[in-house]
């Protein structure tokens, strides 16, 4: 996967934890997609995904796998949950879950484990 993307390394302690929900939000939304590239309409598609983008389906996401994170994987959920740009949004709790989700799938994609992301998507399905 990293050829196609062209992933260099980097030091993910450099970026800020929003980086990682962006491309989290954006690893998602093209995962989301792709398992449903057969409807052929994207029409069709946004609206068998529309559950598993929004902040409420990420949010119970995130609590059907908490069990099974790592502890550096929990400290990236914490973090991002905590963030500036989780909290914008008040205390809406599913806004600041999906954050965490998300900021977890892009940390995992930017480190390259993608054993891990493929296993965290498939118990989420």
Same mark, same amino acid.
Request: no cysteine.
């Given at each position: 996967?990293?050829?196609?993307?062209?992933?260099?390394?980097?030091? @993910? *302690?450099?970026?800020?934890?929003?980086?990682?929900a962006y491309i989290g939000d954006a690893?998602?939304? +093209?995962y989301s997609k792709l398992r449903y590239? #057969?409807?052929? *309409?994207?029409?069709?598609?946004?609206?068998?995904?529309?559950?598993?983008?929004?902040?409420?389906?990420?949010?119970?996401? +995130?609590?059907?796998? @908490?069990? /099974?994170?790592?502890?550096? $994987?929990?400290?990236?959920? *914490?973090?991002?949950?905590?963030s500036k740009a989780a909290t914008r949004?008040?205390?809406?709790?599913?806004?600041?879950?999906?954050?965490?989700? $998300?900021?977890? /799938?892009?940390? @995992?994609? @930017?480190?390259?484990?993608?054993?891990?992301?493929? *296993?965290? +998507?498939? #118990?989420?399905?």
């Amino acid at each position: 996967m990293d050829d196609i993307f062209e992933i260099s390394d980097v030091d @993910l *302690k450099e970026y800020p934890i929003t980086y990682f929900a962006y491309i989290g939000d954006a690893v998602l939304s +093209l995962y989301s997609k792709l398992r449903y590239i #057969e409807l052929k *309409k994207p029409s069709e598609i946004e609206k068998r995904i529309k559950g598993m983008v929004s902040r409420s389906g990420q949010s119970k996401k +995130l609590n059907k796998i @908490l069990s /099974i994170l790592t502890e550096d $994987e929990k400290a990236i959920v *914490k973090r991002a949950m905590n963030s500036k740009a989780a909290t914008r949004h008040g205390n809406d709790r599913d806004y600041r879950n999906s954050t965490g989700f $998300e900021a977890l /799938i892009g940390y @995992l994609f @930017l480190k390259k484990d993608f054993e891990r992301l493929k *296993k965290i +998507l498939s #118990e989420v399905e």
